[in-house]
């Protein structure tokens, strides 16, 4: 599995301003207004390769993109990926659909609880095979967020990764 596989729920990547729900009609991408407008990155473990999202507003504010690049270095090219998210009002939820450079997509739901936001089990679809995931992004401080991903294996929730995501400067 590559590297951006094993990163896409930093692709699906939410982190919500308080995470907590609000009053009885929340505004459908409250969880997403931390990220909206920034760029985050994270360093995977034991190694230099780096995990990038961009959020920005779609159709002024209908939608919420996510641009994602995992970058290796070392000549080696780049994955990328995105993500766009939707307010389904009929179903009360907030989904994404996530594709990225090799062909692989994924559909799912993302919904905030007091502390993070959780991202139900669903699965990657590439090539005719599928890698059933689930994730959480819990805040850390103002500027970071922590990301745990599990991965269904045989029938059993296995450690798949953690990074930290840290917000960048604004450019220019």
């Not at 995977?44 to 159709?59: A, G, I, K, L, R």
Request: aromatic residues 12%.
């Amino acid at each position: 599995m590559n590297t951006l596989r094993r990163s896409l729920l930093v692709g699906a990547a939410l982190a919500g301003t308080g995470f907590a729900s609000a009053a009885a009609e929340p505004a459908p991408y409250e969880p997403l207004a931390f990220l909206v407008g920034h760029c985050w990155r994270g360093t995977f473990p034991n190694s230099q390769v780096t995990d990038e999202h961009c959020f920005s507003w779609v159709y002024d504010g209908k939608f919420v993109r996510d641009q994602h690049r995992v970058h290796h270095g070392a000549g080696k090219a780049d994955d990328l990926g995105e993500s766009i998210y939707v307010w389904d009002a009929a179903a009360r939820q907030l989904q994404y659909l996530y594709i990225e450079s090799d062909g692989g997509f994924s559909r799912g739901t993302v919904s905030g609880d007091a502390q993070a936001l959780v991202f139900p089990q669903t699965a990657l679809a590439q090539d005719g095979q599928q890698q059933t995931y689930r994730s959480r992004w819990q805040r850390s401080g103002a500027e970071a967020y922590d990301v745990i991903t599990e991965f269904l294996v045989k029938g059993e929730w296995q450690p798949g990764f953690s990074l930290h995501m840290q917000l960048l400067p604004a450019a220019g």
